[in-house]
């Protein structure tokens, strides 16, 4: 009776046996991100700063993948490097059927990035927007600094004109003025997707070209970012400033 029992408990062990190597091949197993980039890029600044947002599709291959962070690092041919990070994306939910037109209109979600996970062998396809956090925590102290003289200006019944005198208003306008950093030449872009489970981040690198033309069509943008300055601060009766962008085509590197 003992044997049997033995024999019994073996065969139950035996049971768990493919369940529990799943569960060790599972864990082991790290997805594998591939990424396909869109040919073109928008390349822009505004008061956010530089900016630029491209479609990126991703695969999660060999196991299912939770995507924390996707950055992207530009590289001038003179090898000067900017980083931006994900700051929102965008996705087609559906297509609407417009009858009387006779055309379509896609319904589209857009939200602040924070992660996005991927199910096993789905493609998932967004619009990403990158911007800079140097350029943006540098602009969050002084805009803190304006406002807050502002704020003093108001208390003691000042024209809000007087602004312009002050440190903190001209110091902004810098910032701004300084901020333009986009060059006429060849560029290197580096997308890296960040995974939660994998300790590297997924590559894919692409090239453009700003030409003095698109370095031209950008310029003005300064001017904007300092009229929007003037209608927050100083007159809210302004014009909202327009913003140019340069849509230039990528190519694999």
């Not at 700051?87 to 417009?98: A, G, I, Q, R, S």
């Not at 300092?226 to 601060?233: K, P, S």
Request: aromatic residues 10%.
């Amino acid at each position: 009776m003992d044997t049997m029992f033995k024999i019994l408990a073996v065969l139950g062990a035996l049971a768990w046996i493919p369940q529990l190597f799943l569960l060790i091949r599972n864990h082991l197993i790290k997805p594998v991100v591939k990424i396909i980039c869109e040919n073109k890029i928008d390349i822009g600044y505004t008061t956010y700063g530089p900016i630029v947002n491209t479609s990126i599709a991703l695969i999660a291959e060999k196991q299912k993948a939770l995507i924390e962070k996707i950055e992207a690092e530009l590289t001038h041919e003179n090898n000067d490097t900017q980083k931006f990070t994900w700051k929102w994306f965008e996705e087609t939910l559906h297509v609407v059927d417009l009858p009387n037109s006779g055309g379509s209109m896609p319904t589209r979600k857009n939200q602040t990035a924070i992660a996005i996970n991927i199910l096993k062998d789905e493609l998932i396809e967004k619009k990403i927007g990158f911007q800079q956090n140097s350029f943006q925590s540098d602009q969050k102290i002084k805009d803190q600094l304006c406002t807050e003289d502002a704020i003093n200006n108001a208390k003691a019944d000042k024209p809000a004109t007087d602004l312009r005198a002050a440190k903190s208003y001209n110091d902004l306008k810098d910032t701004y003025q300084n901020g333009f950093n986009w060059k006429v030449g060849d560029y290197s872009i580096t997308y890296k997707v960040y995974e939660n489970s994998v300790k590297t981040p997924f590559i894919h690198k692409m090239k453009f070209k700003i030409t003095a033309l698109d370095l031209n069509n950008l310029k003005p943008n300064i001017d904007s970012c300092l009229t929007e300055i003037d209608r927050f601060y100083i007159d809210n009766e302004l014009e909202t400033p327009s913003w140019n962008w340069s849509n230039i085509q990528l190519e694999e590197n």
